[in-house]
């Protein structure tokens, strides 16, 4: 189907100008000139279409079609034996010139067509890095201004606090005072850890063994023990190269956001391979998965699909990560929920 697509009407050229050549044999002697130089048609053709392999072949076609008329049947307009064969090496010629300015041609524009896509991705990692060094710098001159005089209005409504019933409405309205400026520090606690993140010291780690720490603290979460928390790994070992410490708070992020997408009765899978030279540890949760938009900004600060997010917790992870020469990819898992890919270099076997 794709080589009749492709080579269909020139099929039929070269079968129209064959068909004339015969036909025509008795009189009107002086058309076939014209119909030789017609032939040049679906050889160019051929060779757009097909590169260099495709202006060979229907140039050789045209020559097998042409070569009865020319030396087999009596044509007092086709010329001299030379003049035959030269015009059979020109249409050789003609196929493999188009075809290779084709190919060239086809070469040139998918380079062009690959250097847009890696200048493109190179501005948006540009501007990515921007926003976050300036995301950074901003975030710690915040934290550092605000966290002070938040630290006395929490000492003051809990000294308030000791002088009203829990039920009484002023303890009530302290009540909430308290518990959004313990929001708010941890908020402010996420910008430090966002602005002050650095690579650390990388060695060899157990990566299955992270998995498993963290899968027990999903379970021992106050908010998420009813979540199912599950390692699957391959049967051999699943070391990489990073700093391990960080790297457990990485999963534990992935996880606490897979365990919130997935709700009460949701489920949580790391799955640990090794590819290459790499150690793969994939995070699937039973949510809803990831929109277009969320993949797009995944790792952007301020983004997030939680109504109090602050898209911090991914944007923290997204660079450790990044700083240890490893990558953070979101998904989709088999059966529709979201999977975030933790991919690191995978440590020399002992």
Known sequence: MIFLRTYGLIILLVILITFLHYTHESHLHELHGVYKLFFFLPIILGGFRGGKAGGLL????????FYPHAFISS???CGSTVDKIIEMALYLGVGLLTGTLSDHLLHARNDLQHTLTEKSAMEAELMRSTRLA??????????????????SIQGSAEVLAD???PQHPKGRMLTILMDEARRLNAVLT??????????GERE???????????ADMIRHHPEFS???CNVRAEAHPHRAIGNREQIRQVLLNLALNGAMASGPEGKITFSLQNRANQCWCEVIDTGSGFTSEARQQFGTPFFSTKTQGTGLGLATSLKIVQDQSGT????????????VTLKLPLAPAE
């Open 58 to 65: 229907v140039s050789l076609a045209v020559g097998v079609a």
């Open 75 to 77: 044509c007092s307009s």
């Open 134 to 151: 300036a995301v950074g710098q901003l975030s710690a001159g915040l934290a550092h201004e605000i966290r002070n005089p938040l630290a």
């Open 163 to 165: 002088d009203f019933d």
């Open 190 to 199: 996420r910008f430090l850890e966002f602005a002050r993140v650095e690579p």
């Open 204 to 214: 060899s780690f157990d990566l299955q063994k992270e998995a498993h720490a963290v």
């Open 226 to 228: 009813s979540v199912v």
């Open 328 to 339: 953070l990819e979101p998904g989709s898992s088999a059966l529709g929920g979201g999977k």
